[in-house]
Nanobody, 123 residues
Framework: QVQLVESGGGLVQAEGSLRLSCVAS????????MGWFRQAPGKEREFVAT???????QHADSVKGRFTISRDNAKNTVWLQMNSLRPEDTAVYYC?????????????????WGQGTQVTVSS
């Protein structure tokens, strides 16, 4: 079983930066496609970015040019670098994983989820 633990959230002013981390337990991290999602109060969970096990990435249009997903299989870690943050980026951010070689952008397709980390951007 894979366990995912996020960290790095917090309160930041608009135009600031944060770096979220997600560390996976177990020896199967290199076989996982990983993703970041976010959920604001009263809204559905939203795709943010995904990275395949070979390092290919996709980002949601709303974060392109501002957020970057990356991973290090040797460290069992995936990151989300968030720059030029906006108040509308405020949400709980979740890390997710699935054993697959493909890009995965739908939340329902992921098997493993972290507990989430709160990101709050003040104006």
């Amino acid at each position: 079983q894979v366990q995912l633990v996020e960290s790095g959230g917090g309160l930041v002013q608009a135009e600031g930066s944060l770096r979220l981390s997600c560390v996976a337990s177990g020896r199967t991290f290199s076989t996982l496609s990983m993703g970041w999602f976010r959920q604001a109060p009263g809204k559905e969970r939203e795709f943010v970015a995904t990275v395949t096990r070979s390092g290919g990435t996709q980002h949601a249009d709303s974060v392109k040019g501002r957020f970057t997903i990356s991973r290090d299989n040797a460290k069992n870690t995936v990151w989300l670098q968030m720059n030029s943050l906006r108040p509308e980026d405020t949400a709980v951010y979740y890390c997710a994983g699935k054993s697959s070689p493909w890009y995965i952008t739908r939340a329902d397709d992921y098997d493993h989820w972290g507990q989430g980390t709160q990101v709050t951007v003040s104006s």
